[in-house]
């Protein structure tokens, strides 16, 4: 397994210079690992299941969209709008939009019963929920370290480039920041690299990713949480902009329509990337059962919140 090089030394987290903030960090570390122990009895293990399509007819229900727009269209012929416009998005935007929505929704289910699904990628998923209480329990201190804040091992870790290879990539790893996976990448890549030195570069840096993204989020399971801030310009800016429409303020006019829209779009993009993301990245992984393997030795009674966990998503 090749290792990344000229890696600065670092003091963890546990034994900083001040005695009272590593009293503070070690304890917090220790949840990071030693205290899942104590779990209620282990609920019976799931065999692994291929599983269809939970709504195999999605794209007949997504062309509904289509005809609603339609209808839309006809009813505004005979009902004129009176009152300014809310938004300067046009009908087969919005309806558009929407379309796109369902349809990633519906992919994200599939993804989603995949990994619920599968013993590995639940182990995984597993372990991003444990680490995700954990790390806004530390991030205060992790933020205060130079040894996660100034390397970028996201960027070393890369074994792909070029345009397209750019876009693939921030297409995974923009839902956190280099801070948190910094931290995941020394928490476990530096630590069980060499001890399981058939897992890739590339599944590392699937687990570091997915880790991090986890643990990043604020949401509870929905992972939509970096859709809200995209919305918020097009909704303040929305009393501004309906009162220069209707006056026709022509030079104010352009600017809020261009922020309204372009706010419209990106949280169509991230309430329908992030969760879909979430779920099918870990599809991804070549080597499953070795990172699996992996993270039951990182994390303590990692099984059992595994199975907790599929248990869950199924009576849902």
Known sequence: MASVDNR????????????????????????????YQTLPEALPKLPNVEIAHPNPYWPLKASLFGVAYFAHLRFRRYSPRRLPTLTPLRLGEL???????????????????????????????????RQRTHWHQIQELVYQQPEYTQPR????MRTEHGFAADVVWLRDH??????AYNYFY???YEQYAQKYPDISIQDWDVLITHMANTAYTEADSR???????????????APMAMFARWKRIRFLTPLLNGLQRMSFYLWTAAIAMQPYRHWAYPLTLQNKQRVAEMLRE??????????????????C
């Open 95 to 129: 309806y558009g939009s929407f379309a796109v929505i369902y349809s990633f929704v519906q992919e994200q289910r599939w993804a989603q019963s995949r990994v619920v699904n599968d013993n590995n990628l639940l182990t995984l998923e597993a372990a991003g929920r």
């Open 8 to 35: 600065p030394d670092y003091t963890p987290l546990d034994v900083m210079d001040s005695d009272a903030l590593a009293t503070t960090t070690s304890e917090a570390l220790t949840t990071s690992r030693g205290d």
């Open 223 to 237: 992972f939509i949480d970096s859709a809200s801030p995209m919305l918020v310009p097009a909704v303040f800016s």
């Open 174 to 179: 923009i839902w956190a920041d280099e801070v």
């Open 186 to 188: 020394r928490e476990l």
């Open 298 to 315: 990182a994390y303590p009674g990692l099984e059992d919140e595994a199975q907790q966990l599929r248990m869950k998503y199924r009576e």
């Open 153 to 156: 091992f996201d960027r070393q």
